[in-house]
């Protein structure tokens, strides 16, 4: 186990409804990303926060999704009107300060829309 | 930005012998190159990495060559045995936006 916790393990839900993943990452890494992972492709950047500062945006996460790290521990992931297309895995990680330290990955969230 | 091209996406090799997945970048700032075997249903683990300034490293049967003038990079597993079946993803970073970015994948069978 190496200490990133995901919850909930698996979501179903059905087309246009909003759901919200959250991630704990291991206690003293200040940093923290999202990654998406559709079958047979390797996990795609989302976004990371440094503490609770979120430093960067891939183009893949449009508006309809926002991340939060409001006090620099755990994470959440909010997707809004759900489409189809956003059935995926999606992938928590962190790491002690930064990406060319090891990244610990989380067991995912399975979402899956209907 | 970063582009990581993986090949093959399928490998099969009988068991006892090497099995070799190559990679290649495109960002010449990209300076750490890490290595991550997912198994069916699981997380992904990081199994090896190298930085830009060693050209291999090696960790058991696991080692990983890196050519930064050809922007190639190499995982090699010798004796392979059952357990290594998995698919492996390789990736670059570097320290000028700190994000990981992944290649599609190699899914290694291992033949008995």
């Known amino acids: 186990d190496t200490g990133v916790s995901q919850n909930p393990r698996h979501k179903i839900t059905k087309r246009g409804q909003n759901v919200t993943f959250r991630c704990d990452p291991i206690?003293?890494?200040?940093?923290l990303y999202w990654y998406r992972q559709t079958l047979g492709q390797g996990p795609e950047f989302l976004t990371y926060?440094?503490?609770?500062?979120?430093?960067?945006k891939s183009r893949l996460l449009s508006d309809r999704f926002s991340a939060e790290r409001p006090k620099g521990s755990f994470s959440t992931l909010e997707i809004q009107r759900t489409e189809q297309g956003d059935s995926a895995m999606y992938l928590c990680?962190?790491?002690?300060?930064?990406?060319?330290?090891?990244?610990?990955f989380g067991p995912g969230t399975r979402l899956t829309v209907l | 930005g970063e582009n990581v091209e993986q090949h093959p996406s399928t490998l099969s090799v009988q068991e006892g012998d090497s099995a070799v997945i190559k990679c290649t970048y495109s960002?010449?700032?990209?300076?750490?190159f890490p290595w991550y075997k997912q198994e069916l249903g699981k997380r992904p683990q990081l199994i090896i990495d190298i930085r830009s300034n060693v050209g291999e490293k090696k960790d058991q049967r696991i080692a990983v060559t890196l050519n930064k003038t050809a922007k190639h990079f190499s995982l090699h597993i010798t004796e392979t045995q059952p357990e290594d079946s998995a698919v492996y993803f390789c990736a670059a970073s570097s320290d000028r936006d700190d994000k990981i970015i992944f290649g599609k994948g190699t899914r290694l069978h291992i033949l008995p």
């Open positions: 990680a962190s790491s002690l300060v930064a990406a060319l330290d090891e990244q610990f």
């Open positions: 926060f440094q503490n609770e500062a979120q430093l960067e």
């Open positions: 206690s003293e890494h200040n940093r």
């Open positions: 960002d010449s700032a990209s300076n750490y």
